[in-house]
């Protein structure tokens, strides 16, 4: 694919795009979708695709409806979003920060509707048991999450929001984010560690190292936005199936280029698989 193919207004990281990502676990990119990416996008995800279409007909009908659209893996990916996966922004992204040993792992799409609740604070690194010696073999290595908003949001209004260098916090049971955000671990990461609320407007993405805290707030029901649109591309570094490591289905392997048939090929989880290879 070429340059200019791109659904992105940049081709690769700044060397502070980097430095944030080592330093804060993450990276937040306003309005980086072209406004072809963006529209595209959004029109593919709410006009194109059943059962996004009668879920928005739905809260048409229905405004006091809470309950989110949620999918995973996302496997019904037409056009825009099928070229999100390795379209050369985010493989300049990724190998800028993690290097090429990584595969992808799992996609979702997910709409918010006004009244929905909050997402409390959690970390998505914690796909591994703790207790299994493959696990901690491996809890250490990358596992990248790429949040994409196509209509944005406003902060008290479903934003994301997170807590900068939480990342470098051991992931040991008993760390959890009120202790974090209390304080006691300032000293361990060398920086104070605190809550940080985001806004961002259409066209959006967040590249966050999953070892972060981050956390979603409500939509309030008087929202001006009916519904909040988020999907997500994950990758992990080469190793073991994660949780949620989705199997590939075999029409995306078929049509797959050579570069996109090394990011898909890998295990992916079944049950037992982390004991099998013990
Ligand atoms: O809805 C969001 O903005 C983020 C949700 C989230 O934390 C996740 O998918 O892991
Ligand atoms: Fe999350």
Same mark, same amino acid.
């Given at each position: 694919?070429?340059?200019s ?6 081709s ?19 309005d ?19 059962p996004?279409?009668?879920y ?7 405004p006091d409806n ?8 996302w ?15 985010i493989?300049n992204?990724?190998?800028a ?14 709409l918010?509707p ?9 970390y ?15 809890r250490n ?10 209509? /944005?949001? %406003?902060r008290?209004?479903?934003? $994301?929001?997170?807590? #900068? +260098? @939480?990342?470098?916090?051991e992931?040991?049971?008993g ?8 304080g006691e671990?300032?000293?361990?990461? /060398?920086? %104070?560690?605190e809550?940080?609320? $985001?806004?961002?407007? #259409? +066209? @959006?993405?967040?590249?966050?190292d999953a070892r972060?805290f981050?956390?979603v ?9 009916p519904?909040r ?10 190793? #073991?199936?994660?949780?949620?490591t989705?199997?590939i ?8 280029t050579?570069e ?5 090929t ?5 049950e ?7």
């Open positions: 694919m070429q340059e193919d791109s659904l992105f207004r940049l690769g990281p700044s060397q502070e795009d980097i430095d944030s990502f080592h330093n804060d676990g993450y990276i937040a990119y306003p980086v979708f072209t406004d072809d990416g963006r529209e595209g996008l959004i029109e593919e995800i709410t006009q194109h695709f059943e996004t279409r009668n928005i007909a739905e809260l048409e009908r229905n809470t309950r989110a659209f949620f999918m995973r893996p496997n019904e990916r037409r056009e825009y979003s099928d070229r999100l996966i390795d379209d050369p922004f493989t992204l990724l190998s920060t993690i290097r090429d040993a990584y595969h992808f792992c799992h996609s979702a799409l997910n918010a006004k009244g929905i609740g909050p997402i409390r604070y959690h998505d690194h914690h796909h591994w048991r703790y207790e299994n010696p493959i696990n901690l073999a491996e290595k990358y596992y990248i999450q790429i949040l994409y908003y196509p209509n /944005g949001f %406003k008290g209004d479903r934003n $994301l929001k997170v807590i #900068p +260098g @939480s990342h470098k916090v992931p040991l049971e760390v959890t984010p009120e202790r974090i955000l209390a671990f300032d000293d361990k990461v /060398g920086r %104070k560690l809550e940080k609320r $985001l806004e961002l407007p #259409p +066209g @959006s993405m967040v590249y966050i972060i981050h956390g707030e409500a939509k309030p029901l008087d929202s001006t936005q519904y649109i988020f999907c997500i591309d994950i990758f992990k570094q080469a190793g #073991p199936p994660h949780l949620y989705q199997e289905p075999s029409e995306w392997m078929e049509r797959a050579p996109r048939k090394k990011l898909f890998r295990d992916g989880y079944t037992g698989c982390w004991n099998e290879k013990q």
